[in-house]
């Protein structure tokens, strides 16, 4: 018996050999196309048909994402797939087992023709997931098609069957045939699933702007008016084209949702799917919040989809991929989401300046920001940012908001060496120009920071050091100085107490549901999930800051609270709230 085991571990570097021969033959030769249908979309199904064509090894392994690309959560899409069948040319029936949680290995021998079929379960309407009902089909590829490793580069050929009565499509796919809207290519499987599909009898419209053709497929109803978003929409578009020099598409698809709840976006190669609620439209300010995030998705057209961190240039479908530099590709895409919309003119400068202090006025409050840096909460999205808990407020700080103002400081940083020749437009232009059309690769941090070397002319490495992979507090009232505007604080001088503690009132019931880091709550022992009944023998309600408005810092108050059924009386000291609300003005 030991014989026969060192025989075979003899032979087995020459098995692998072959079976990596076997697969990179049936690679070459081998075809992958899709058919999806939907015969009962009521019941929130699609049907998939992946038919391979060309297939030389005894076996084929098949796999469901479990994440989509710019959205860095795993999410288990398999969970939602069901009755995965497999056959061969002749009908007959092939051996599938599942083999992880998210990959089936189907028996092959002598089989070249294989059908695969499965169902997947969708009823999710976010931007990252999948929709199906009688209205209409939203489809994300990674929550849909299954891949094989071996054939990702080849292009795949996608069919199309519409429920009856679904007369749309849109999809920022190429037509096999002009005249059939249902036949579909895809370039390879990267380019499948980043171009997320509605299907139906949604409202289309079309404008050009940057010299490309642009359509607007809009689902559900709305109060929104198709001449303003056409022209607005153009100028949007007009403007990120300037920053970067160049546009990089032949045409380009908005999908927006109009919902009665629900919002947010996905940034894809060619498209992008927007969700606002349907009535949004009217205000202005409601409006103008749709418009950056129109302006967000689409500088990510440039950030992110094609100058893309190293990290994120080959997707691995089946787990996390890990970067430290979101506050880049998410945190600077955010200042200029803002940045863009008030160029365009739909915001004047004190309202664009009052979003800033707003974004300014987090940075200072916010706990984490002394505990995260901006690197590790880019790293840690896939545990922390999109896992939000009671206590992340006290040990997180988000890439996107903290990224966007570290945007503005470097911005401010590159205007003042320079003495307002150059900006962050011009480092971004020339790192497009550099890695996205001339190398074709992602770029590291250090290049990025070698690149705002030699726009600016003058060295930041202190700079990423202290804000970047530091939690050193940002130097806001300098830039404020350089800009010629003052930094006021609105609750300078107001004084009023403060416990440190958020609450919420239902059910007659007055829960804590937060406890600042430091804060006198904190330091006394309250905790998240007690139930608040008096203070100073008084019952509560909903009246707390009533009550807190008659005490002043330094008084000590005396708090009753419900702690899993336990009666239990706190000395709370109350202090003054050391939150800041910083408004920037212009100085005299």
Not at 502 to 525: C, D, H, I, Y
Not at 546 to 567: E, H, W
């Amino acid at each position: 018996m030991s014989q026969i085991l060192l025989t075979v571990r003899r032979a087995l570097p020459l098995i692998l050999f072959i079976s990596w021969i076997l697969l990179s033959v049936s690679a070459k030769s081998a075809s992958l196309n899709y058919t999806i249908s939907f015969p009962e979309p009521q019941t929130h199904y699609v049907d998939v048909q992946m038919e391979i064509k060309g297939w030389k090894a005894a076996s084929l392994e098949i796999k469901m994402p479990v994440w989509a690309p710019g959205s860095y959560l795993v999410r288990e899409f398999s969970r939602h797939v069901e009755s995965v069948n497999a056959r061969d040319a002749q009908g007959n029936v092939l051996v599938v087992n599942k083999k992880t949680k998210n990959s089936w290995t189907i028996l092959t021998p002598g089989v070249s023709h294989i059908s695969i079929s499965y169902k997947v379960y969708a009823y999710e309407l976010s931007v990252r997931t999948s929709f199906v009902d009688e209205e209409h089909a939203y489809l994300n590829g990674t929550s849909i098609f299954m891949y094989v490793e071996q054939l990702m580069k080849q292009s795949m050929d996608v069919k199309v069957i519409p429920y009856p009565g679904w007369k749309q499509i849109s999809v920022a796919l190429d037509r096999v045939e002009p005249s059939n809207p249902w036949l579909l290519k895809a370039p390879d499987y990267d380019g499948l699933v980043d171009a997320p599909f509605e299907i139906g009898n949604h409202v289309i419209f079309n404008f050009t702007a940057a010299g490309i053709p642009h359509e607007v497929a809009m689902f559900g109803e709305g109060n929104y008016n198709v001449d303003r978003l056409k022209k607005d929409m153009a100028r949007i578009v007009e403007e990120c084209t300037a920053i970067f020099g160049e546009h990089p598409c032949k045409n380009y698809l908005f999908i927006i949702h109009n919902l009665t709840a629900g919002g947010g976006g996905l940034e894809h190669m060619n498209s992008t799917t927007l969700q606002t609620n349907r009535w949004s439209y009217a205000s202005e300010s409601s409006y103008t919040g749709f418009l950056s995030l129109v302006a967000h998705e689409y500088f990510h057209l440039w950030n992110v989809k094609r100058l893309r961190p190293a990290p994120l240039g080959m997707f691995n479908y089946s787990e996390e991929n890990y970067t430290d530099m979101l506050w880049l590709a998410e945190g600077f895409t955010a200042y200029y989401d803002d940045l863009i919309v008030h160029r365009c003119g739909f915001t004047s400068e004190a309202e664009y300046l009052s979003t800033l202090a707003g974004n300014i006025s987090y940075c200072m409050n916010i706990k984490g920001a002394a505990i995260q840096s901006l690197a590790e909460s880019s790293l840690d999205a896939w545990i922390k940012y999109y896992r939000p808990g009671e206590n992340s407020p006290n040990a997180t700080v988000s890439y996107y908001t903290k990224g966007g103002v570290v945007g503005a400081l470097l911005n401010m940083e590159i205007m003042k060496a320079t003495q307002g020749k150059k900006s962050l437009d011009d480092v971004f232009r020339e790192m497009y120009r550099l890695y996205a059309v001339k190398l074709n690769r992602g770029f590291t941090e250090t290049e990025f920071v070698n690149m705002v070397k030699l726009v600016s002319g003058k060295n930041m490495d202190d700079f990423f050091r202290k804000y970047v992979h530091g939690t050193a507090p940002l130097p806001v009232a300098d830039f404020a100085d350089v800009c010629g505007l003052d930094l006021v604080d609105l609750n300078e001088k107001q004084g009023q107490a403060w416990t440190g503690l958020t609450t919420s009132f239902s059910s007659g019931k007055l829960m804590v549901t937060g406890v600042e880091r430091n804060s006198p709550a904190w330091q006394a022992g309250l905790n998240v999930n007690d139930e608040l009944i008096a203070l100073n023998r008084y019952r509560l309600a909903d009246d707390l800051p009533k009550f807190l408005a008659m005490q002043k810092p330094g008084d000590t108050v005396s708090l009753t609270a419900s702690r899993s059924g336990f009666i239990r009386v706190f000395d709370v000291q109350l202090a003054q709230s050391p939150a800041v609300k910083y408004s920037l003005e212009r100085k005299e």
